[in-house]
């Protein structure tokens, strides 16, 4: 049995090839070669012949021309097209004829880093070490003295070398190329803390009298050359036509099958994606499967293990938190074969050497094109066929692209934002790098101008960091900048798993501290390599969460409550139908509970509180808010129903009366009330009754406390017409970006002070300052709009599902009409 015999088997599967609503055959492409360059050193030329490799892609070649001719070059081709020895022969070809000489490359992960390091020691006998957080101490002294090239990562280099470049000056004074590998990986926060990493460390290189050449690659996006010259801040040759041979491929797009047609609900993602690859190891076809989060990569395994009991060896998972040794078993048996099938997420996106995929599976978009085109290549590494499904979510974002195809395959990639300039991230980094060498009068620091550097040297001498004396600004604090200065999204402090094996303690694994308010809370089942933990105890000071093992039937699902403030507003447009705003805003967010949901029903079991402190994000944010004219004609139409309810002129002591029966205390929790007063709450909706007399009959009213009343009204709630659109802007707005949709944030309120009292709709960053989301959000309001209107009018449900504005609230009264009214009037339909 074959792939192609699988593929034939499902053409004629009424299970299987109705739900296809692409199938894309991408032809085999030849390769087009240039010859190996002659003067190339006689053992790399020997290295390529023992791989077999007589001849160059042309660009490869193109790459060494330009390398060879001093430009710094970007090469940006699809997956498994030869980047790495288009890099690798030009910086080896110059070590071996100048052993003096020194290479850094940087790589955005360590275990990419190590496998890249592996295929270089290889090639060559040029002297090549890794340095990173798992280089013992003892060996880290060699690296620094005798390694000729230096495999790093941008973490490593911004705490572990450039504060201790004195200790590096017979490596940095010989610095002749940097090499910066998947540049579309510094993308948001993470890359605009990178480019100020390169700033300082061209800083540092220059201080020594290096002259440096930066060579970079990265997948396909829209703005490669934007990308690069913002990372490095120089002249770039950018190489994009692909010469690299491949084989046929077919891609398709899944829609898993309706199961109620009325409510849009649909066979869920995780279940379509394990019955594909379930399909895919009957015919004996190596799959990887990308899954979501680390979450659903775990259930999945654990399914699909369920599915294959004789055959549980031969089915892992991957991902970040596994321990080093854990991952490196598992890409040797991918490699060697042993290693039938591999639940993954975008740790295994990267150029990770895992052999020969025959076929990738997506269970859900992954959030960008470029992503999806990313993952999919890890299928197809050779010249055979090769296969790629996106099985698509009920999530809208998922079901535009499962009806409008062509909108994905003819879509050039998006763009990679950042900024350098993030006011928040640039005095970080100008703090650090004045800790790393004095600023001198007339320095400049990237591409400030010489009165905006000394600007933030001002600010910093005001905090007492440096002092100014001589025309130098010295170092003074006794802090160490880099230490406390994480590069991602998320503090740089890491909570440890700690669990049990027969007794003895044992690290299971590690998490971020932002994820850990959610994902291990008190109470909260964590699945690793398949196994059930409950979290008996979460430390966030000592940076320890203690896990159970367990046979727990359900996972948890933890709840926020989250406060969005406005702080500055940076646009203002009238745009059809309200007005338009960008600016900066403050988001206070809190895990105050969580949900047992079960395994197979997805049923909520049960519901318990947690006590865990709030975080504060301030970011910015894109919001609209409605005009009055709108509202009018659809109150007119019957199509609005998001106005705050009016329960009489006697409410109030209607409230009184209902607060006295239940004795002043909650009727859920049975919490008394303090300083604040109870609320009042209709057992049933208040517009679901003929009238407010109705409504307000004692025997329909009930005394909750805040807490309780906010979690009453997300369960009953009519869903109305402005929380369906925000619902479906919320995850149709990753398209228009180079994001994840966990990188937005979505809020709605009839009434909102950001918009002067109007209902209004706001779609904020989840990352410090923001990078630009927000704006190119502002930019981009009509396509937006216009999308959601396309995705809820073709949307096949009668009154809201999981695919457009939502389910529908528990008397059966969704929001579809209203939504698709709200629309009609933003996208003058």
Known sequence: MSLLSLLSHWRADASFAPNVTAWKRIPAREGQYAPIPEDLTLALRQSLWGKGISALYEHQSQAWEHVRAGRHTALVTGTASGKTLAYNLPVLDYLLKNPAGRALYLFPTKALAHDQLAEIREMTSVTAAAYDGDTAGHIRAKVRANAQLVVTNPDMLH??????????????????????????????VFGSHVANVIRRLKRVAAFYGAEVQFMLTSATIGNPHELAHTLIEEPVTVITEDGSARGEKHFLIYNPPLTDEK??????????????????????????????????????????????????????????GYLPQQRREIEAGLRQGEVRAVIATTALELGIDIGGIDAAILAGYPGTIAGTWQQAGRAGRSEDASLSILVASANPLDQFLAHHPDYFFQRSPEHALL??????????????????????????????????????????????????SAEKYFWMSD???????????????????????????????????ASAHWMTHPGAIYLHEGDIYRVEDLDLERGLAQLQACGADYYTEAKKETEV??????????????????????????????YKVAWNSYEKLAYEEVDLP???????????????????KLREAGSWNSDLNDYGPRWNEIRQQVRARDNYCCQICGKPESDVKHHVHHKRPFRSFANRQEANRLENLITLCPRCHSRAENVVRVKSGLSGLAYTLGHLAPLLLMCDQYDL???????????????????????????????????????????????????SCED?????????????????????GILGELAGR
């Open 565 to 594: 403030t406005c702080l500055k507003v940076l646009g203002e447009t009238e745009t059809l139908g309200g007005v338009k705003f960008f600016g900066e805003i403050k988001v206070t967010s809190q895990v105050v509970g969580f």
């Open 800 to 820: 809201g599902c999981p695919s457009c504005v939502g389910p529908g609230g528990v008397l059966g009264s969704g929001g579809k009409r209203e939504t698709l």
């Open 159 to 188: 705490m572990g070398i450039l504060p201790h470049h004195p200790q590096w000056e017979a490596f940095f004074s010989q610095l002749r190329f940097i090499i910066i590998d998947e540049m579309h990986v510094y993308r948001g």
């Open 419 to 468: 900024d350098p300039n993030n006011l928040l991230i640039l005095l970080d980094h100008i703090r650090c790098a004045a800790f790393e060498l004095p600023f001198q009068a007339g320095d400049s620091y990237g591409n400030l101008s010489h009165a905006q550097t000394t600007e933030f040297l001002d600010v910093l001498q005001q905090t007492g960091d440096i002092h100014h």
């Open 263 to 320: 409510l849009g609900l649909r066979v869920g993602v995780r279940e379509e994606s394990i019955r594909v690859t379930s399909d895919l190891l009957s015919y004996n076809v190596q799959t990887i499967l990308f899954g979501r989060s680390r979450r659903s990569v775990e259930w999945m395994l654990q399914r699909l293990r369920d599915k294959w009991p004789g055959k549980a060896g031969d089915i892992r998972a991957y991902r970040s």
């Open 745 to 795: 944030g979505i809020h709605a309120d009839p009434k909102s002070p950001l918009g002067g009292g109007q209902p209004t709709v706001v779609i904020y960053e989840q990352i410090p300052a923001g990078v630009g989301f927000s704006q190119r959000l502002y930019e981009r309001h009509n396509e937006l709009i216009c999308q959601a209107y396309e995705l809820v009018s073709g949307c």
């Open 614 to 632: 709030p975080t504060t994000l301030h970011t910015t944010g894109y919001w609209f808010a409605l005009g009055e004219k709108v509202i009018a």
């Open 479 to 513: 802090t160490y900048p880099s230490s406390s200065l994480s590069l991602r999204s998320t503090p740089g402090k890491r909570i440890l798993l700690k669990g049990e094996e027969n007794g003895i303690p044992k690290t299971i694994g590690e998490i971020d501290h």
